[in-house]
């Protein structure tokens, strides 16, 4: 159970480092880290996690990643269920702990919580049907990055912090339109907090991911298979 308690720990960090710095930080009056400080800190938690327990789990933190790996055949299939539900579970113990700590200040109130959506609840206002591009697009370069970055001819020692600087530049890229998930489990952790609409948009933070990570996976599998 090494692997899956490594996975719960590294998820439960992105969604405590990454939305805690958009519920906390991000619109701090004056002092506020804005989008491109959200975007930093999601890449940050993957680059420290990366080096804490790729080694153990190869820090997957994403049922996408996973799937992906998966697909592309760098991944058993037999750990797929096991870290898909360590990874749940973590973000929302993430989820949870971030709550804790903004409602303890006074007047607070949860809002959007960082959840993730489309239309009425995308920042920007974007359409269902642009949401599902980009969180199709965006994790299926997420998973190129990634079946790159670890590949046995990439080099070596930087899979961490190129993986973590292509989350920061997909966030760069896709808050606006979605609050930025290509990570089902941090899509489902922020909805079970705020419930209603969340709940009901969360399908497409499941599907458009896990079809953007299948199709990398094919795709990198037939541009550079790894023995």
């Given at each position: 159970m090494k692997k899956q308690l490594a996975e719960f720990i590294g998820t439960l960090?992105?969604?405590l480092g990454g939305c805690g710095s958009a519920v906390l930080?991000?619109?701090y009056p004056e002092l506020g880290i804005g989008f491109a400080g959200v975007a930093l800190a999601f890449g940050?938690?993957?680059v420290t996690m990366a080096y804490a327990i790729g080694h153990i789990s190869g820090c997957h933190l994403n049922?996408?990643?996973s799937i992906g790996l998966w697909m592309g055949g760098r991944f058993d299939k037999k750990d797929l269920l096991s870290y898909i539900i360590?990874?749940?579970l973590g973000a929302i113990a993430g989820a949870g702990i971030l709550c804790l700590i903004a409602t303890g200040k006074s007047g607070f109130e949860l809002g959007g919580f960082a959840a993730n959506g489309y239309g009425e609840h995308s920042p920007g206002g974007y359409s269902m049907v642009s949401a599902l591009i980009t969180e199709l697009v965006m994790t299926f370069m997420f998973l190129l990055i990634i079946l790159g970055a670890t590949h046995s001819k990439a080099p070596k020692g930087m899979a961490g912090l190129t993986i973590g600087l292509g989350l920061t530049l997909i966030h760069l890229i896709?808050?606006?339109v979605t609050n930025t998930s290509v990570n089902p489990a941090r899509s489902t952790s922020q909805a079970l907090f705020v419930g209603d609409w969340a709940v009901g948009q969360l399908w497409l933070f499941?599907?458009?991911p896990i079809i953007g990570a299948i199709l990398a996976g094919l795709v990198y599998k037939y541009l550079s298979p790894e023995d």
């Open positions: 960090w992105l969604v930080a991000a619109a940050l938690t993957v049922p996408a990643v360590a990874q749940v896709s808050i606006p499941w599907v458009a």
